[in-house]
């Protein structure tokens, strides 16, 4: 007996492909005859060869069958880039419709593959099918086992996966995660006298990952987490596997982030929510690796004056962080500097406490939620030539109440108190209720 040979590059015809990834032992098994999966793959470092059972393939042409079975000793075996198998662990080679003519002498049936690991076959980006596509070749038979004559394969073509010239069949498909192809008619040419026969097929995939990654939460590189509040936390989980999904152990990972203002990530991979803004948040294993993207959500931010009036300046905010237009922000009264505007700003809600004042001078505020002030003259939101722009909350009304200066209303709002306005204000393309409060132009 003899164990299988490896080599560390598969080839297609004349050009090494090593995006290419062998999956072995991909099977056939009629509907009435489902197989039960072979021994799995053992563990190893990425791009190592990892040997498995094949599967042998056994055909019937006067009972017009297809069965297949793990690869018996002194079979013979075959080689790749990285070599797995397993039939209904990795892939799932399925056939039906089993038929022969014996005026032409075509022995035909139809054969559908499906993809059972976590990357997507057929595609070297995730999305964009291989021009090669899909193929299950032959790499040994077809051998005729009993009755005479010669059984061959009329495939799609042939090209160099484990030996030259072998014949295969492609599947021009990109297969995500347990998707299932289209039936593919396999013909394959023998006289009469042919009775049985046997052959091995391996199915040779381009993926994404070739050498291996490594998931975060059980995502492929590349996932959105979705929404994390700032100062929450998340605990990611990470695991570096084979290009076929099989976990690799005593991994260890180093974590990063793209931009530390958005979120961060410690040592032990716990994410913690700093500021809105979309960011990844990335792990290495050696020389695989791995993302996730988080949505870091908007906040309140408080203003505490400690530095200036300035707005724009960090040290002016509660947690260094000017707000951003997905953040609400809170003026308190009885701070040091009240702030001012120094450019046009757009937040969310928008809270001035009574007796402490917002300035816009003559850039424009737009509020893309509640605004509330106080009632005191002179306080609450002050300009010269600025507006306070009502865009609103595209889920539902908004709310307005206090002292604003000159508005124009762009959203859909209500008032839930009165409303002092120091000049006239606009509707446009919105909508402003007044139920059981006043709206007033008043001076300030």
């Excluded at 022995?107 to 193929?135: H, S, Y």
């Excluded at 299950?136 to 160099?160: E, K, R, Y």
């Excluded at 702030?339 to 406490?353: D, E, F």
């Excluded at 917002?358 to 002050?382: E, K, Q, R, Y």
Aim: proline share 8%; net charge neutral; hydrophobic share 40%.
């Amino acid at each position: 007996m003899h164990p299988p040979r490896h080599h560390r590059l598969l080839r297609r015809g004349s050009s090494l492909l090593p995006v290419a990834l062998a999956f072995a032992a991909a099977a056939c098994a009629d509907r009435a005859n489902p197989l039960a999966p072979d021994p799995g793959p053992g563990t190893g470092t990425p791009g190592a060869p990892i040997t498995v059972q094949a599967l042998q393939c056994s055909a019937s042409r006067a009972a017009l069958t297809v069965r297949c079975s793990p690869l018996q000793p002194g079979k013979g075996g075959a080689s790749g880039d990285i070599i797995v198998g397993s039939q209904g662990i990795f892939v799932q080679v399925t056939t039906s419709g089993v038929a022969y003519n014996a005026g032409t002498g075509q022995f035909t049936f139809n054969t559908t593959l499906q993809n059972l690991i976590e990357q997507p076959m057929g595609t070297t980006d995730g999305t964009t099918l291989d021009p090669n596509g899909i193929r299950i070749f032959f790499h040994a038979g077809p051998s005729v086992t009993s009755g005479t004559g010669v059984a061959s394969v009329l495939p799609d073509g042939f090209a160099t996966f484990t030996a030259t010239g072998q014949p295969y069949y492609q599947y021009n498909q990109v297969l995500a995660s347990g998707a299932t192809s289209a039936a593919k008619a396999w013909t394959l040419i023998m006289p009469p006298t042919v009775l049985t026969f046997d052959f091995l097929l391996y199915v040779s995939a381009p993926v994404e990952y070739p050498n291996g990654y490594v998931t975060l939460d059980g995502n492929l590189p590349g996932a959105s987490y979705g929404s994390l509040h700032p100062g929450a936390t998340h605990p990611l989980v990470a695991v570096a596997k084979t290009a076929v999904g099989v976990g690799i152990p005593g991994a260890t990972y180093t974590f990063g982030t793209a931009d530390p203002s958005c979120a961060t990530v410690d040592a032990g991979g716990t994410v913690t929510g700093v500021r809105y803004a979309t960011c990844s948040i990335t792990v290495s294993s050696g020389a695989l690796a791995g993302s996730l993207s988080f949505d870091v959500t908007g906040t309140t931010r408080s203003w505490t004056g400690a530095t200036s009036t300035d707005w724009n300046l960090g040290t002016n905010w509660g947690g260094g962080f000017v707000p951003a237009v997905a953040d609400s922000v809170s003026i308190p009264f009885g701070v040091p500097n009240y702030p001012a505007l120094t450019s046009a700003v757009t937040v969310r809600g928008v809270t001035v406490a009574d007796n402490a004042t917002l300035s816009l001078g003559t850039f424009d505020l737009f509020a893309g939620d509640n605004v509330a002030t106080g009632p005191t003259a002179g306080s609450g939101i002050l300009s010269t030539t600025g507006r306070l722009v009502l865009a609103g909350n595209p889920s539902g009304p908004s709310t307005v109440h206090g002292r604003i200066p000159t508005f124009l209303v762009t959203g859909q709002y209500t008032l839930d108190g009165d409303v002092a306005a120091v000049a006239s204000g606009q509707v446009d393309l919105g909508k402003l209720v007044s139920p059981n409060f006043n709206l007033l132009v008043v001076s300030q």
